[in-house]
C-alpha cells in the first residue's frame, strides 16, 4: 500500500510539473525572493491583482531603466514557452522611442549567458487597469536560458506587475496553438 502511496504522489508530481510555472515566486508573495533587482522596485500589498501582494516600479525624474529580473533554465526537448504576465500602470509618459514603456522582456541566453535575442511579450503607456498579456515564443537554437525582465524602461510613471507566468510548449502543442499548417 505503501509503494502504490508513493508512486501515486511521484506521478502526481509528474504531472503537476509537466504544465507548471517555471516562474519562481511569480506573484512576489515573498518579496522579492528569486528575484533581482529590488533597489529599483517595491512590495506592494495594496494595488494587486491577486495574493498578498505584487511588485510596483515608480520614477517621476530620471526616466532611468528600472526592472526587476529572475532567469530561468529552459527545460530539455522544448519547443517554445508561452510567456503571461499581469499589468497595471499609472501615468506612464509617453515617449519618442516606443521601447520607453513599461515592458515584460524575455531575453533568450546560452548556457554562459550569452544573448541570443530578445521578445517584448507586454509594453504598456499610460493609464490602465489590470490587464493580462500572453505571447508564445519559440525557444532559438542554442538558448538554454531565459531571462524575464520586468521594467519601467526609460520613462516615467508607475507600473504593476503580478502573476508572472512561463510555461513550456512541445512542438506539437505550439503547431496546434499557432495553426500552422504545411504544404505539400
Do not use: H
Not at 52 to 73: H, M, R, Y
Not at 119 to 148: C, H, L, M, S
Amino acid at each position: 500500500m505503501k509503494t502504490l502511496f508513493l508512486f501515486s504522489l511521484l506521478f502526481l508530481t509528474t504531472i503537476t510539473n509537466a504544465q507548471g510555472n517555471l516562474v519562481k515566486n511569480p506573484g512576489f508573495e515573498y518579496e522579492f525572493v528569486n528575484w533581482n533587482g529590488s533597489d529599483a522596485a517595491y512590495i506592494s500589498p495594496y494595488d494587486k491583482k491577486s495574493g498578498k501582494s505584487c511588485v510596483a516600479i515608480n520614477q517621476f525624474v530620471g526616466a532611468e531603466w528600472k526592472a526587476v529580473d529572475q532567469t530561468i533554465n529552459i527545460p530539455k526537448n522544448i519547443y517554445a514557452l508561452e510567456f503571461s504576465v499581469w499589468i497595471k500602470s499609472e501615468s506612464i509618459e509617453e515617449q519618442k522611442e516606443a521601447y520607453k514603456a513599461g515592458a515584460a522582456i524575455a531575453e533568450f541566453t546560452t548556457l554562459t549567458d550569452k544573448k541570443i535575442t530578445s521578445e517584448t511579450f507586454a509594453q504598456v503607456k499610460g493609464t490602465t487597469e489590470w490587464t493580462n498579456y500572453k505571447k508564445t515564443v519559440k525557444i532559438p537554437a542554442d538558448a538554454k536560458k531565459v531571462r524575464i525582465m520586468l521594467a519601467l524602461a526609460q520613462t516615467n510613471g508607475t507600473i504593476y506587475f503580478d502573476d508572472v507566468k512561463v510555461t513550456t510548449l512541445l512542438e506539437e502543442e505550439y503547431l496546434k496553438q499557432n495553426s500552422v499548417t504545411t504544404e505539400k
